[in-house]
C-alpha cells in the first residue's frame, strides 16, 4: 500500500468547519452533508474541508485532540509504556500533516504540534521496529500488537513481509527433507 | 471611680509589649517588638526611645535602671533615662521572656524560652541563682515584695513559687493549659504578688484571678467577672496592695477591690486587641496598658479610695432581674465602691462608649451607669444619668427599607463592554464588528458570516464610534458627542445601488444616540432626551417619537422594531423595564405598548433580539431566554435556561442568535465571565430549547414540552402568513403533523393510565382528524364512554369547520364567478347526481347532471344561482371542493370521519358538511330506493339548513323524477364512475356477507359491509382509495347509479376530489362491529 493510499483514506474523517457560504443539504454517495450557514460549525470529510479551504469558503476548526497540552501527555504517555498507547485518532498523522499544511492559520501553535506529533510518531515507529526485531529473533510463531495505526502498519508491512518469506525460504532449504530444493514463490 | 481612658497611641510595631512606670511616675515606659525602648512623660508626647536590640520582649525599670530581655538572649541593662547600655545582667540559651526587679530593686529575676528562671543580683551579675524545674518556656516571673519567694508560669501549666534562698520548689500548682511555646500560650499569665503586706498571690487563670494566700498557699479566693469571658493576660496589684488590675485577651480591663472581690472598674480596649501589658502608676491613680499591636493606653482618674456609702437605690431605675447579671456587689445591697461617685468625674462618652455594646442590663449594671447613680446627690446623679443615656439612645433612625437599584446602562445586544480595548461591537446572525480602541490607533473591522453578502470592511474610527448594527444591507455606526462636535449617526449602505454607499447625520446638540437597530430597509436610534428616531436606509428621515424612559436596548427585525427601556427605578437590584413593539409596515401599528418586561428576580437585561424568523426574545442576565408567545396574548414564555448547561457558577453564554427552525439557540460559551474575549476567536455553539414544564422526566411531561415547544416554535408561521410573507407550507404542515401525533402519543399514554377525562380534554386539541384516529383507538381498546364523548367532540369540530368552510366559501364564490359559468357549460351532460346531492337537494334543485369537476377546483354555491342544476351540483361540490382544500392534503382518512360523524350527526338531527352532506346521501341510499323522497325531505331540512325549504321541496320533486331516469344512466355512469374504495372492498366481499347473512335486505347488506370496512386497517382503505383514485381520474364521476341500481346499490359514497377516497360509511360510529 502506498502512503498516498492510506492518506487517501484518511481524508474521509471528518472535521468541524465555519463556512461562509449558504447551502442547503447536499446528497452525496458517501452520506448526506450540510447545511451548510454561514458562521455555524458543520462536520464535513476532510477532503472537502481542504478544498473549502482552500477556495477560501470556510475556517477549519482543529479537532479536540489536537492541543498541546494533550499531546504533550500522549507523548509522555507513549514514552513510558512499552506497549503502543491508544492513539487520538487512527490517522493522527495524516490528518496533522494535511490539517497543518493547509490551514495553519486557523489551528493555534500549529509548529508546536507538528513537533509533538512528530515525536510521538517517532517513539511508536521505533517501538514497532523493536518489536519487529524481537519478533524475528526470537521466531515467534504470533504477535499482536494493539493501537497501531494504518501508516504506521505500512511503513513495515513490505519490509517485514519479504524478509518473512526469505527467511522462511532458507530455513526451509535448510531441513533435510527439502534438499530437493523445491520451494514455492511467494 | 470613673476613670477616663484615654485614647490609645501608637507605640511600637505589632507584637508584644511590655509596659512599666518609673519610680517617680513620672514617666512611662514601653518596649516593644521593634527593639525599642520607649519614654513617655504623658500619652500625648512624642516618645525619646532607646534602642535596646532587634527585639524587646520584657523590661523593668527601677533606681536607673532598665533591664530588658532582649533578642539576643541576653538581659542588658540601661541606665535610665539617659539609655545608656550598663552591662548584660545575664544570658540564656534562648531569649528572656520576662524580667521583673525585686521590691528593693536589688535583684532581677529572669525567665526565658528554655525553662530557666534566673535570679541574679543587681550589683554583681555573677551572682545568680538558677532556678531548674519547669518543663516549658517560662511566662512569667514575679517577686515576693518580702524577697523570699519567686512565684513563676510557665507553659507547661504550672504555676511554681519556689523559695530562691533553697532554689526549691515550695508549691507548684497546674493552673494553665499545656503549650510548647510563649507565642502559642493563650494566656501570658503574669502573676502579682500583692505589695506590701505580701500576703496574697494573684495568679491568673483563665477568665478569673486566683488568690492564693502566702505560707498556706491556699487558694483563698477568686477574682472574677461575669462579663470576662477571654483569658486574663495580665494582672497587677495598685500600690496600695488594695487593688488588683487585670488586661484580658480581647482587651477588656477590670479593675477589682479585693477585700470585697467586687469589680470596681470595667474598660474595653478601643479596637478589642489583647492586652498584654499593664502598669500601675505608683501614685495609684493611673493605669498604663499595652496591647498585642503596639499601642499605649491610659485608665486616668482610678485610686481614690472607695468610701462606704450605703448602696443608693438605685434598683428602683432598673429591673430586678438585672442582679443576676450584676456584680455581687449590687445584689448584696451594699455596694460602697459605686458610691465614689461624687466625685463626679462624669466622664461620658469616652468609658460610656465602650459599654454601648454591653446588653442594657449590663450597663445598668456596669458600674460607671451605677456609680452616677449611686451618688446621693441626685441632681448629680440626674444629670448623669442623662448624659449618661444620652450617648445610649440610638443614634438618629437609619433608613432599613429597600435600597433603589442602579438602572442598567443602555448598551447594544450582542457586544462587549465598552470599556474594553479589543471589543466586539455587534455579534449576530449576518456577521461581526470588531472594534479596536488602544492608544495607537481606533479601528472597525466588518466581517461578514456569509462572505456573499460583502466583503470584509476595515475603517479607521476617526469619529470614535461607539455603538454598531450590521444588518444585510448596511452597517450602521453611532459615536457620542464631544464638547466640539455633535453626536453623529453614520450609515455605510453597501447594498446601494448608486455610487454613494454612505451617509452621516448629526444629531441635535445635547442628543446623544444611546441605542441603534437596523430593519429591512430603516434605521431607528434612541438618543438621550428619550426620542426615536426612524430613518430609512437610505438617509431620509422619517417619523419620531418620545419614549417613555431611557432605552436600554433594541431591535430591529424586517418591520419589526422592539424597544427596552426603564418604566421606573427598581428596588434591591431589581430592574423595572418595559417594552414596545412596534410595526412599521405599511399600516404602522404598536402590537405591544409599553407592558413591563417580565425579568427573573434581582437580573437585568443582557440580549434582546428577533428570532431568524421574527419572533420577539430576549435573554436575562439569570440565562432565561423568553419568547414572545403571540398566539397566547403576546406574554413572553422562557424556552431555555442556560445556565443549566453551565458547568461552574462563573460559565455563562453569550447569546448571538436565536433561531426557530431548525430550533437553534446559537451563543458562545464564556468560562469565567459573561462575554468573549475577541481572541481567540470564540466558537459558536448551539444549544437546545426546552420549555421548563414540570417533570421533563417523565414520559407525559416529555411529551407535554414537545408539544408546546411545537407549537411555540411554529406561532410564526400564522403570524408570517399573517403579514402577508410567504410560508413554507411544507413545514407548516410538517409542524402540524408533528404536533397531531405528539397529541396522539399523549392520548394513548392517557388512556393507558385510565385518565379517560384527560383523553377528552387532549382531543379537544386535536384536529378533525386525529380525532377520529382517537375514537378508533379508544373503541378498540374498548373504552366506549371515552369513544362517545370523543364523538361528540368530532362533531363539534366537523360543524366548526363547516361554518369556517362556509365562510371560505363565500369568499371564494366572489372571488371566482366568471368561472362558474363556463362550468356549468361543461357539465351540461352530467347525468346522475352525487352524493353531495344531497346538500343541493337541500338547496334545491335538479341535480340531474352529473357535474363534473376535477378536483380541487372551485365551484360556487350560490343560493341564488341554485336554479341551476350544475349549479348545485357544483355548488355541493365546490363546498365539497372548498373543504378539501380547506383541510390541506386531503387524505383518505379524512374524508371517512366526515363522512361517519355526518351520518351520526344526521341521526341525530345535526348540520353537517357537505362530505357530510354525501355521506348523509349514502346512508339515504339504501332508504331512497324504498321511499326516496321522504327521507330526502327529512334529511334535507335537517342538513343544510342553508338555504330555504322551497329548495327542499325542489329536490323532493327532483328527487322523484331522478328514481326512474337515473337507472338506466345509473349503468353506463356506473361503469363510468371511478369506484371508491368501499366499492371494490364490497365487491368482494359482498358474496361472503350475503354467505353470512342471506336474508339481509340490501340495505342491510350495505350496512354490514360498511361496518365491517370499517373495522379494517386504515392501510386497506388506503389501499382501496388508491385504487379508486386510480378509476377516478380516468372516469367521469358518476354519482347516482349506485343509488339507484337494484342490484349495483352499492353503499358507497363516490366524491369528487380527492377527499373523495372516503372508504367507509359508517352509519352507527359507536358501533363498530355493526
Given at each position: 500500500?502506498?502512503?498516498?493510499?492510506?492518506?487517501?483514506?484518511?481524508?474521509?474523517?471528518?472535521?468541524?468547519?465555519?463556512?461562509?457560504?449558504?447551502?442547503?443539504?447536499?446528497?452525496?454517495?458517501?452520506?448526506?452533508?450540510?447545511?451548510?450557514?454561514?458562521?455555524?460549525p458543520v462536520d464535513v470529510p476532510v477532503w472537502l474541508a481542504l478544498n473549502l479551504k482552500q477556495r477560501q469558503k470556510c475556517r477549519v476548526i482543529p479537532p479536540e485532540w489536537m492541543d498541546v497540552e494533550k499531546l504533550e501527555e500522549m507523548r509522555e504517555l507513549e514514552r513510558k509504556e512499552e506497549a503502543f498507547t491508544p492513539v487520538p485518532s487512527p490517522y493522527y498523522m495524516e490528518l496533522t500533516k494535511l490539517l497543518l499544511n493547509h490551514a495553519s492559520d486557523n489551528i493555534p501553535k500549529a509548529d508546536e504540534i507538528r513537533t509533538l506529533v512528530k515525536d510521538i510518531w517517532d517513539t511508536r515507529i521505533a517501538k514497532l521496529r523493536l518489536s519487529a526485531d524481537s519478533f524475528i529473533s526470537q521466531q515467534e510463531a504470533h504477535a499482536k500488537l494493539d493501537n497501531l495505526t494504518l501508516?504506521?502498519?505500512?511503513?513495515?508491512?513490505?519490509?517485514?513481509?519479504?524478509?518473512?518469506?526469505?527467511?522462511?525460504?532458507?530455513?526451509?532449504?535448510?531441513?533435510?527433507?527439502?534438499?530437493?530444493?523445491?520451494?514455492?514463490?511467494? | 471611680?470613673?476613670?477616663?481612658?484615654?485614647?490609645?497611641?501608637?507605640?511600637?510595631?505589632?507584637?508584644?509589649?511590655?509596659?512599666?512606670?518609673?519610680?517617680?511616675?513620672?514617666?512611662?515606659?514601653?518596649?516593644?517588638?521593634?527593639?525599642?525602648?520607649?519614654?513617655?512623660?504623658?500619652?500625648?508626647?512624642?516618645?525619646?526611645?532607646?534602642?535596646?536590640?532587634?527585639?524587646?520582649?520584657?523590661?523593668?525599670?527601677?533606681?536607673?535602671?532598665?533591664?530588658?530581655?532582649?533578642?539576643?538572649?541576653?538581659?542588658?541593662?540601661?541606665?535610665?533615662?539617659?539609655?545608656?547600655?550598663?552591662?548584660?545582667?545575664?544570658?540564656?540559651?534562648?531569649?528572656?521572656?520576662?524580667?521583673?526587679?525585686?521590691?528593693?530593686?536589688?535583684?532581677?529575676?529572669?525567665?526565658?524560652?528554655?525553662?530557666?528562671?534566673?535570679?541574679?543580683?543587681?550589683?554583681?551579675?555573677?551572682?545568680?541563682?538558677?532556678?531548674?524545674?519547669?518543663?516549658?518556656?517560662?511566662?512569667?516571673?514575679?517577686?515576693?515584695?518580702?524577697?523570699?519567694?519567686?512565684?513563676?508560669?510557665?507553659?507547661?501549666?504550672?504555676?511554681?513559687?519556689?523559695?530562691?534562698?533553697?532554689?526549691?520548689?515550695?508549691?507548684?500548682?497546674?493552673?494553665?493549659?499545656?503549650?510548647?511555646?510563649?507565642?502559642?500560650?493563650?494566656?501570658?499569665?503574669?502573676?502579682?504578688?500583692?505589695?506590701?503586706?505580701?500576703?496574697?498571690?494573684?495568679?491568673?487563670?483563665?477568665?478569673?484571678?486566683?488568690?492564693?494566700?502566702?505560707?498556706?498557699?491556699?487558694?483563698?479566693?477568686?477574682?472574677?467577672?461575669?462579663?470576662?469571658?477571654?483569658?486574663?493576660?495580665?494582672?497587677?496589684?495598685?500600690?496600695?496592695?488594695?487593688?488588683?488590675?487585670?488586661?484580658?485577651?480581647?482587651?477588656?480591663?477590670?479593675?477589682?477591690?479585693?477585700?470585697?472581690?467586687?469589680?470596681?472598674?470595667?474598660?474595653?480596649?478601643?479596637?478589642?486587641?489583647?492586652?498584654?501589658?499593664?502598669?500601675?502608676?505608683?501614685?495609684?491613680?493611673?493605669?498604663?496598658?499595652?496591647?498585642?499591636?503596639?499601642?499605649?493606653?491610659?485608665?486616668?482618674?482610678?485610686?481614690?479610695?472607695?468610701?462606704?456609702?450605703?448602696?443608693?437605690?438605685?434598683?428602683?431605675?432598673?429591673?430586678?432581674?438585672?442582679?443576676?447579671?450584676?456584680?455581687?456587689?449590687?445584689?448584696?445591697?451594699?455596694?460602697?465602691?459605686?458610691?465614689?461617685?461624687?466625685?463626679?468625674?462624669?466622664?461620658?462618652?469616652?468609658?460610656?462608649?465602650?459599654?454601648?455594646?454591653?446588653?442594657?442590663?449590663?450597663?445598668?449594671?456596669?458600674?460607671?451607669?451605677?456609680?452616677?447613680?449611686?451618688?446621693?446627690?441626685?441632681?448629680?446623679?440626674?444629670?448623669?444619668?442623662?448624659?449618661?443615656?444620652?450617648?445610649?439612645?440610638?443614634?438618629?433612625?437609619?433608613?432599613?427599607?429597600?435600597?433603589?437599584?442602579?438602572?442598567?446602562?443602555?448598551?447594544?445586544?450582542?457586544?462587549?463592554?465598552?470599556?474594553?480595548?479589543?471589543?466586539?461591537?455587534?455579534?449576530?446572525?449576518?456577521?461581526?464588528?470588531?472594534?479596536?480602541?488602544?492608544?495607537?490607533?481606533n479601528a472597525i473591522d466588518v466581517e461578514f458570516h456569509d462572505s456573499a453578502v460583502h466583503h470584509a470592511m476595515h475603517l479607521t474610527n476617526s469619529l470614535g464610534h461607539a455603538l454598531a448594527d450590521l444588518s444585510q444591507e448596511a452597517v450602521l455606526l453611532a459615536c457620542p458627542s464631544t464638547d466640539e462636535l455633535a453626536s453623529k449617526l453614520q450609515c455605510l449602505h453597501f447594498s446601494s445601488w448608486d455610487t454613494n454607499k454612505e451617509w452621516m447625520v448629526d444629531l441635535p446638540q445635547g442628543e446623544d444616540a444611546r441605542a441603534l437597530c437596523l430593519g429591512q430597509g430603516w434605521a431607528a436610534v434612541a438618543t438621550s432626551s428619550l426620542m426615536l428616531r426612524l430613518f430609512s436606509v437610505g438617509g431620509v428621515q422619517r417619523e419620531m417619537f418620545s419614549l417613555p424612559g431611557p432605552v436600554?436596548?433594541?431591535?430591529?427585525?424586517?418591520?419589526?422594531?422592539?424597544?427596552?427601556?426603564?418604566?421606573?427605578?427598581?428596588?434591591?437590584?431589581?430592574?423595572?423595564?418595559?417594552?414596545?413593539?412596534?410595526?412599521?409596515?405599511?399600516?404602522?401599528?404598536?402590537?405591544?405598548?409599553?407592558?413591563?418586561?417580565?425579568?427573573?428576580?434581582?437580573?437585568?437585561?443582557?440580549?434582546?433580539?428577533?428570532?431568524?424568523?421574527?419572533?420577539?426574545?430576549?435573554?436575562?442576565?439569570?440565562?432565561?431566554?423568553?419568547?414572545?408567545?403571540?398566539?397566547?396574548?403576546?406574554?413572553?414564555?422562557?424556552?431555555?435556561?442556560?445556565?443549566?448547561?453551565?458547568?461552574?457558577?462563573?460559565?455563562?453564554?453569550?447569546?448571538?442568535?436565536?433561531?426557530?427552525?431548525?430550533?437553534?439557540?446559537?451563543?458562545?460559551?464564556?468560562?469565567?465571565?459573561?462575554?468573549?474575549?475577541?481572541?481567540?476567536?470564540?466558537?459558536?455553539?448551539?444549544?437546545?430549547?426546552?420549555?421548563?414544564?414540570?417533570?421533563?422526566?417523565?414520559?407525559?411531561?416529555?411529551?407535554?414540552?414537545?408539544?408546546?415547544?411545537?407549537?411555540?416554535?411554529?406561532?410564526?408561521?400564522?403570524?408570517?402568513?399573517?403579514?402577508g410573507y410567504e410560508v413554507d407550507e411544507e413545514a407548516r404542515s410538517q409542524s402540524q403533523k408533528e404536533q397531531q401525533e405528539l397529541l396522539m402519543k399523549m392520548f394513548a399514554l392517557s388512556c393507558k393510565l385510565e385518565r379517560e377525562f384527560r383523553c377528552v380534554e387532549l382531543a379537544e386539541l386535536m384536529t378533525h382528524n386525529v380525532v377520529t384516529l382517537a375514537i378508533r383507538y379508544a373503541s378498540r381498546s374498548r373504552r366506549l364512554a371515552l369513544a362517545q364523548r370523543l364523538s361528540e367532540l368530532a362533531l363539534e369540530k366537523a360543524s366548526q369547520i363547516q361554518e369556517e368552510e362556509e365562510e371560505e366559501e363565500e369568499e371564494e364564490k366572489r372571488q371566482t364567478a366568471g368561472y362558474s359559468g363556463h362550468r356549468q357549460q361543461e357539465e351540461e351532460e352530467g347525468e346522475e347526481r352525487?352524493?353531495?346531492?344531497?346538500?343541493?337537494?337541500?338547496?334545491?334543485?335538479?341535480?340531474?347532471?352529473?357535474?363534473?369537476?376535477?378536483?380541487?377546483?372551485?365551484?360556487?354555491?350560490?343560493?341564488?344561482?341554485?336554479?341551476?342544476?350544475?349549479?348545485?351540483?357544483?355548488?355541493?361540490?365546490?363546498?365539497?371542493?372548498?373543504?378539501?382544500?380547506?383541510?390541506?392534503?386531503?387524505?383518505?382518512?379524512?374524508?371517512?370521519?366526515?363522512?361517519?360523524?355526518?351520518?351520526?350527526?344526521?341521526?341525530?338531527?345535526?348540520?353537517?358538511?357537505?362530505?357530510?352532506?354525501?355521506?348523509?346521501?349514502?346512508?339515504?341510499?339504501?332508504?331512497?330506493?324504498?321511499?326516496?323522497?321522504?327521507?330526502?325531505?327529512?334529511?334535507?331540512?335537517?342538513?343544510?339548513?342553508?338555504?330555504?325549504?322551497?329548495?327542499?321541496?325542489?329536490?323532493?320533486?327532483?328527487?322523484?323524477?331522478?328514481?326512474?331516469?337515473?337507472?338506466?344512466?345509473?349503468?353506463?355512469?356506473?361503469?363510468?364512475?371511478?369506484?371508491?374504495?368501499?366499492?371494490?372492498?364490497?365487491?368482494?366481499?359482498?358474496?361472503?356477507?350475503?354467505?353470512?347473512?342471506?336474508?339481509?335486505?340490501?340495505?342491510?347488506?350495505?350496512?354490514?359491509?360498511?361496518?365491517?370496512?370499517?373495522?379494517?386497517?386504515?392501510?386497506?382503505?388506503?389501499?382501496?382509495?388508491?385504487?379508486?383514485?386510480?378509476?377516478?381520474?380516468?372516469?367521469?364521476?358518476?354519482?347516482?347509479?349506485?343509488?339507484?341500481?337494484?342490484?349495483?346499490?352499492?353503499?358507497?359514497?363516490?366524491?369528487?376530489?380527492?377527499?373523495?377516497?372516503?372508504?367507509?360509511?359508517?352509519?352507527?360510529?359507536?358501533?363498530?362491529?355493526?
Amino acid at each position: 500500500m502506498d502512503p498516498s493510499e492510506v492518506e487517501f483514506l484518511a481524508e474521509k474523517e471528518m472535521v468541524k468547519i465555519i463556512p461562509n457560504f449558504s447551502l442547503d443539504k447536499i446528497y452525496l454517495i458517501g452520506g448526506d452533508l450540510g447545511p451548510f450557514n454561514p458562521g455555524l460549525p458543520v462536520d464535513v470529510p476532510v477532503w472537502l474541508a481542504l478544498n473549502l479551504k482552500q477556495r477560501q469558503k470556510c475556517r477549519v476548526i482543529p479537532p479536540e485532540w489536537m492541543d498541546v497540552e494533550k499531546l504533550e501527555e500522549m507523548r509522555e504517555l507513549e514514552r513510558k509504556e512499552e506497549a503502543f498507547t491508544p492513539v487520538p485518532s487512527p490517522y493522527y498523522m495524516e490528518l496533522t500533516k494535511l490539517l497543518l499544511n493547509h490551514a495553519s492559520d486557523n489551528i493555534p501553535k500549529a509548529d508546536e504540534i507538528r513537533t509533538l506529533v512528530k515525536d510521538i510518531w517517532d517513539t511508536r515507529i521505533a517501538k514497532l521496529r523493536l518489536s519487529a526485531d524481537s519478533f524475528i529473533s526470537q521466531q515467534e510463531a504470533h504477535a499482536k500488537l494493539d493501537n497501531l495505526t494504518l501508516m504506521e502498519i505500512n511503513t513495515i508491512r513490505a519490509f517485514f513481509l519479504d524478509s518473512l518469506n526469505c527467511m522462511y525460504k532458507l530455513r526451509s532449504n535448510l531441513q533435510p527433507g527439502s534438499a530437493t530444493g523445491q520451494f514455492t514463490d511467494f | 471611680m470613673p476613670c477616663e481612658r484615654k485614647t490609645m497611641r501608637y507605640g511600637h510595631s505589632e507584637g508584644h509589649t511590655e509596659v512599666c512606670f518609673d519610680d517617680t511616675g513620672k514617666f512611662i515606659v514601653t518596649c516593644g517588638n521593634d527593639g525599642d525602648v520607649r519614654i513617655w512623660e504623658n500619652l500625648d508626647d512624642d516618645p525619646k526611645f532607646i534602642t535596646v536590640g532587634e527585639k524587646a520582649y520584657s523590661l523593668a525599670l527601677k533606681n536607673g535602671k532598665l533591664v530588658t530581655a532582649s533578642s539576643n538572649n541576653t538581659v542588658q541593662i540601661h541606665t535610665f533615662p539617659d539609655g545608656d547600655p550598663d552591662g548584660i545582667l545575664t544570658r540564656f540559651t534562648t531569649n528572656a521572656t520576662h524580667v521583673t526587679f525585686n521590691s528593693s530593686g536589688s535583684r532581677v529575676a529572669a525567665g526565658s524560652s528554655d525553662f530557666m528562671v534566673k535570679v541574679v543580683e543587681m550589683s554583681d551579675s555573677s551572682q545568680q541563682k538558677t532556678l531548674r524545674g519547669h518543663e516549658a518556656p517560662v511566662l512569667s516571673v514575679t517577686f515576693d515584695p518580702k524577697d523570699e519567694f519567686l512565684a513563676s508560669s510557665s507553659c507547661d501549666g504550672s504555676v511554681v513559687v519556689w523559695n530562691i534562698e533553697d532554689q526549691t520548689q515550695v508549691i507548684s500548682w497546674p493552673l494553665l493549659q499545656k503549650t510548647n511555646d510563649v507565642s502559642n500560650a493563650s494566656s501570658l499569665c503574669r502573676l502579682a504578688w500583692q505589695p506590701g503586706a505580701a500576703k496574697l498571690l494573684a495568679v491568673p487563670v483563665e477568665s478569673k484571678v486566683h488568690l492564693y494566700e502566702r505560707g498556706s498557699w491556699d487558694h483563698v479566693s477568686t477574682l472574677s467577672d461575669d462579663l470576662l469571658t477571654q483569658p486574663l493576660n495580665v494582672v497587677v496589684w495598685s500600690p496600695c496592695g488594695r487593688f488588683l488590675a487585670a488586661g484580658s485577651v480581647g482587651g477588656f480591663l477590670n479593675v477589682w477591690d479585693v477585700n470585697s472581690k467586687l469589680c470596681i472598674e470595667r474598660q474595653k480596649h478601643e479596637k478589642g486587641f489583647t492586652v498584654c501589658g499593664l502598669a500601675w502608676s505608683p501614685s495609684g491613680s493611673q493605669i498604663a496598658y499595652t496591647d498585642t499591636e503596639g499601642c499605649l493606653g491610659m485608665l486616668d482618674g482610678l485610686g481614690t479610695p472607695p468610701t462606704d456609702k450605703p448602696a443608693k437605690d438605685y434598683d428602683a431605675l432598673f429591673d430586678d432581674d438585672d442582679d443576676g447579671v450584676m456584680d455581687e456587689g449590687l445584689s448584696d445591697g451594699a455596694s460602697p465602691v459605686k458610691k465614689a461617685v461624687a466625685a463626679d468625674d462624669e466622664e461620658d462618652d469616652d468609658f460610656l462608649m465602650p459599654l454601648t455594646p454591653f446588653a442594657r442590663h449590663a450597663d445598668t449594671g456596669s458600674l460607671k451607669l451605677g456609680q452616677d447613680k449611686f451618688g446621693d446627690d441626685d441632681d448629680d446623679a440626674g444629670s448623669a444619668v442623662l448624659a449618661a443615656a444620652a450617648p445610649l439612645l440610638p443614634p438618629r433612625p437609619v433608613y432599613e427599607g429597600p435600597l433603589p437599584s442602579a438602572p442598567q446602562k443602555a448598551f447594544q445586544p450582542g457586544s462587549t463592554p465598552a470599556h474594553l480595548t479589543h471589543r466586539f461591537m455587534m455579534w449576530n446572525s449576518v456577521g461581526i464588528v470588531r472594534g479596536y480602541n488602544d492608544e495607537q490607533d481606533n479601528a472597525i473591522d466588518v466581517e461578514f458570516h456569509d462572505s456573499a453578502v460583502h466583503h470584509a470592511m476595515h475603517l479607521t474610527n476617526s469619529l470614535g464610534h461607539a455603538l454598531a448594527d450590521l444588518s444585510q444591507e448596511a452597517v450602521l455606526l453611532a459615536c457620542p458627542s464631544t464638547d466640539e462636535l455633535a453626536s453623529k449617526l453614520q450609515c455605510l449602505h453597501f447594498s446601494s445601488w448608486d455610487t454613494n454607499k454612505e451617509w452621516m447625520v448629526d444629531l441635535p446638540q445635547g442628543e446623544d444616540a444611546r441605542a441603534l437597530c437596523l430593519g429591512q430597509g430603516w434605521a431607528a436610534v434612541a438618543t438621550s432626551s428619550l426620542m426615536l428616531r426612524l430613518f430609512s436606509v437610505g438617509g431620509v428621515q422619517r417619523e419620531m417619537f418620545s419614549l417613555p424612559g431611557p432605552v436600554v436596548c433594541m431591535a430591529g427585525h424586517g418591520e419589526q422594531l422592539l424597544i427596552a427601556y426603564h418604566r421606573a427605578t427598581g428596588f434591591d437590584g431589581e430592574q423595572v423595564l418595559g417594552v414596545q413593539l412596534l410595526q412599521l409596515s405599511r399600516r404602522k401599528r404598536q402590537i405591544i405598548s409599553g407592558e413591563p418586561l417580565p425579568l427573573s428576580r434581582r437580573s437585568h437585561l443582557s440580549w434582546l433580539g428577533f428570532t431568524a424568523e421574527g419572533t420577539p426574545c430576549y435573554v436575562d442576565s439569570d440565562g432565561v431566554v423568553r419568547m414572545l408567545n403571540r398566539s397566547l396574548g403576546n406574554t413572553w414564555t422562557p424556552v431555555c435556561n442556560t445556565r443549566d448547561t453551565c458547568k461552574s457558577k462563573s460559565d455563562h453564554y453569550w447569546v448571538v442568535g436565536v433561531h426557530e427552525n431548525p430550533q437553534q439557540l446559537r451563543c458562545i460559551p464564556c468560562k469565567g465571565s459573561r462575554y468573549p474575549p475577541t481572541l481567540p476567536r470564540p466558537a459558536v455553539a448551539i444549544l437546545p430549547f426546552k420549555l421548563p414544564l414540570c417533570q421533563t422526566s417523565t414520559e407525559k411531561g416529555q411529551m407535554e414540552e414537545q408539544f408546546w415547544r411545537s407549537v411555540l416554535f411554529h406561532n410564526h408561521h400564522s403570524f408570517l402568513s399573517s403579514s402577508g410573507y410567504e410560508v413554507d407550507e411544507e413545514a407548516r404542515s410538517q409542524s402540524q403533523k408533528e404536533q397531531q401525533e405528539l397529541l396522539m402519543k399523549m392520548f394513548a399514554l392517557s388512556c393507558k393510565l385510565e385518565r379517560e377525562f384527560r383523553c377528552v380534554e387532549l382531543a379537544e386539541l386535536m384536529t378533525h382528524n386525529v380525532v377520529t384516529l382517537a375514537i378508533r383507538y379508544a373503541s378498540r381498546s374498548r373504552r366506549l364512554a371515552l369513544a362517545q364523548r370523543l364523538s361528540e367532540l368530532a362533531l363539534e369540530k366537523a360543524s366548526q369547520i363547516q361554518e369556517e368552510e362556509e365562510e371560505e366559501e363565500e369568499e371564494e364564490k366572489r372571488q371566482t364567478a366568471g368561472y362558474s359559468g363556463h362550468r356549468q357549460q361543461e357539465e351540461e351532460e352530467g347525468e346522475e347526481r352525487e352524493e353531495e346531492e344531497l346538500r343541493e337537494e337541500e338547496e334545491q334543485q335538479e341535480t340531474e347532471e352529473a357535474a363534473e369537476t376535477k378536483p380541487g377546483q372551485f365551484h360556487f354555491v350560490h343560493s341564488s344561482e341554485s336554479e341551476r342544476s350544475t349549479e348545485a351540483a357544483e355548488s355541493s361540490l365546490s363546498v365539497f371542493d372548498v373543504q378539501v382544500l380547506g383541510s390541506g392534503k386531503p387524505s383518505a382518512s379524512s374524508g371517512q370521519p366526515r363522512v361517519t360523524n355526518i351520518l351520526d350527526s344526521m341521526t341525530a338531527g345535526r348540520k353537517s358538511a357537505a362530505l357530510g352532506g354525501s355521506a348523509g346521501k349514502s346512508s339515504k341510499n339504501p332508504v331512497l330506493k324504498p321511499l326516496a323522497p321522504r327521507p330526502k325531505t327529512k334529511t334535507q331540512s335537517t342538513l343544510l339548513q342553508l338555504t330555504g325549504s322551497n329548495k327542499t321541496k325542489k329536490s323532493q320533486e327532483s328527487a322523484e323524477p331522478q328514481v326512474p331516469p337515473p337507472a338506466p344512466p345509473a349503468e353506463n355512469t356506473e361503469n363510468q364512475r371511478p369506484k371508491t374504495g368501499f366499492q371494490l372492498w364490497l365487491e368482494e366481499n359482498r358474496k361472503s356477507i350475503t354467505a353470512e347473512q342471506p336474508d339481509l335486505e340490501e340495505m342491510d347488506v350495505i350496512k354490514e359491509a360498511m361496518g365491517r370496512f370499517r373495522a379494517l386497517s386504515a392501510e386497506e382503505r388506503n389501499e382501496k382509495a388508491s385504487d379508486e383514485c386510480v378509476e377516478k381520474r380516468f372516469k367521469r364521476r358518476d354519482y347516482s347509479s349506485w343509488r339507484f341500481s337494484g342490484e349495483e346499490f352499492k353503499g358507497q359514497i363516490s366524491f369528487r376530489g380527492r377527499s373523495a377516497q372516503l372508504k367507509t360509511i359508517h352509519f352507527n360510529k359507536l358501533n363498530p362491529n355493526s
